[in-house]
């Protein structure tokens, strides 16, 4: 095995360690526009910078944090004091990642889903990005359901095209990042918007994770150095029936046991648009009840279900600083501990206490 495969190997198991899981760090402008509009904070390069630097600086987030994904603008980007914030996680022991895809754009030929875009030049950026210190990299696919049941028949969504056309820039994209020595994490994220019963769910889950490993294969991925980043199965957010944590759990593993291979090392969950209680319980539930049937480490890669407390406290004032801090090192202790499946709903009280 070559030094290129090894350090691969050696991210990929680091980013999955026990008791830890992945910060998504990486809202694009436009989204951390729409999350800091919310809450009448200033959209600014600086307000940015400052709120990455609270995240960055968070005392003892290696304790649960094995790796942030950031932006473009923010892999460039210096605390006050004019420490790069690379060199800041670095020393933090937490591995610096990057967001490569350029976004879901609308797919042609079929209207209402997307395709994520990215690749052209995709190369060249790696490149430079693991000069600039990131050892892995994500890319984000979006899979719409359509809206009802019957919607399904009528509108085919999501299509064929739109699982394979995402499918394969996943895998090129992942194949590109091994090739210049970052680990791919795989995002399929099938989207929780609509009211789809949790059955669609699964079964739309089940055909996107299909269309993935296959071409992950004919791209030539190694899947012993790629994380999957997928979405758990759930009810649409509209769905008048929701799923018990148990059932999201079950489904949820076993639609992963079907498609995922046992060489790939981890699947590190997104969070999705679940309640933060949500998005720590269905974890902390797949591994007591089924973390024996799960071979490959399972753990978070939170961005929304980590983040949105301290975003909520920080309110753009930086005498905010420490009690936001202190909320988004909460938030990752507590999913550290859903990760190891020691969660108790007690830790929710204490933290709503303090
Ligand atoms: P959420 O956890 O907010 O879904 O974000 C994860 C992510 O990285 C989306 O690409």
Redesign the pocket.
């Given at each position: 095995m070559n030094t290129s495969d090894r350090e691969l190997i050696a991210t990929a198991q680091a980013l999955v360690a026990p008791g830890k899981g992945i910060l998504?760090m990486?809202e694009s402008n436009a989204t951390c526009a729409r999350r800091f509009e919310k809450l009448g904070i200033p959209v600014t390069v600086e307000r940015r910078r400052a709120y990455r630097e609270l995240i960055i600086t968070t005392p003892n987030l290696a304790n649960f944090i094995s790796g942030a994904?950031l932006y473009d603008e923010t892999i460039r980007q210096s605390s006050q004091a004019g420490i790069p914030f690379v060199n800041l996680l670095q020393t933090a022991g937490i591995i610096p990642g990057i967001?490569l895809d350029l976004g879901a754009k609308d797919l042609p030929g079929c209207p209402g889903e997307k395709v994520t875009e990215g690749l052209d030049g995709l190369g060249d950026r790696i490149a430079e990005y693991y000069q600039m210190g990131a050892r892995f990299a994500?890319w984000?696919a979006v899979i719409t359901i359509s809206q009802s049941e019957r919607d399904a028949i009528d509108t085919d969504i999501p299509s064929e095209t739109c699982l394979v056309a995402n499918a394969h820039a996943l895998a090129r994209y992942a194949a590109l990042c091994q090739a210049g020595g970052l680990v791919p994490i795989v995002?399929p994220?099938v989207l929780i918007d609509g009211q789809h019963s949790i059955e669609r769910c699964y079964e739309v889950t089940d055909r996107t994770l299909q269309a993935v490993f296959a071409q992950l294969r004919l791209n030539r991925v190694e899947l012993d150095k790629m994380i999957l980043?997928p979405?758990m199965v759930l009810a649409g957010e509209k769905c008048p029936i929701q799923a018990s944590v148990e059932q999201v759990a079950a489904m949820t593993v076993q639609c992963l046991r079907d498609n995922v291979p046992a060489s790939v090392p981890g699947i590190a969950?997104?969070?999705?648009?679940q309640s933060n209680e949500h998005?720590t319980a269905h974890l902390n539930a797949i591994h007591t009840q089924f973390g024996s049937q799960c071979p490959w480490a399972v753990t978070?890669?939170?961005?929304?279900?980590?983040?949105q407390p301290a975003l909520d406290y920080w309110h753009g004032d930086d005498a905010n600083i420490p009690a936001a801090q202190k909320r988004l090192y909460q938030r990752a202790k507590i999913n550290g501990s859903a990760s190891m499946g020691q969660y108790t709903p007690e830790m929710e009280r204490s933290i709503a206490m303090v």
């Open positions: 998504a990486d994904i967001k994500k984000r995002e994220e980043k979405s969950f997104l969070s999705g648009g998005a978070f890669s939170y961005a929304r279900a980590i983040q």
